[in-house]
């Protein structure tokens, strides 16, 4: 659903449904969080983008996770539509090793 209103353009809906999932204290699978980083990316909201990704060294990449290229692209991306060039090349640094 939540990838729904990102392909719809309804980024806000989006992130009300995430804090209306974790209000319900709903598990979050890699592919949620890859859909909220990229409703953060379209809304250019680089600030909220950093604290997901915050979390999400804290909380989700201290494990295997199994397809993690695709979320570790999400934050990439999300680091370039917000302009920090900086922050997106030591991201794409991990991926490629």
Wanted: glycine share 10%; with cysteine.
């Amino acid at each position: 659903m939540m990838s729904g209103f990102i392909q719809n353009g309804s980024f806000m809906g989006a992130i009300v449904l995430l804090q209306q999932m974790q209000a319900e204290e709903f598990n979050f699978v890699p592919e949620i969080w890859r859909s909220l980083l990229d409703a953060y990316a379209n809304l250019g909201a680089l600030k909220l983008g950093k604290v997901v990704h915050g979390y999400l060294i804290k909380n989700l990449f201290n494990g295997p996770i199994q397809n993690s290229v695709h979320l570790e692209t999400s934050i990439l991306n999300m680091y370039l539509r917000g302009g920090s060039m900086s922050s997106a090349k030591r991201c794409f640094d991990i991926i490629t090793n």
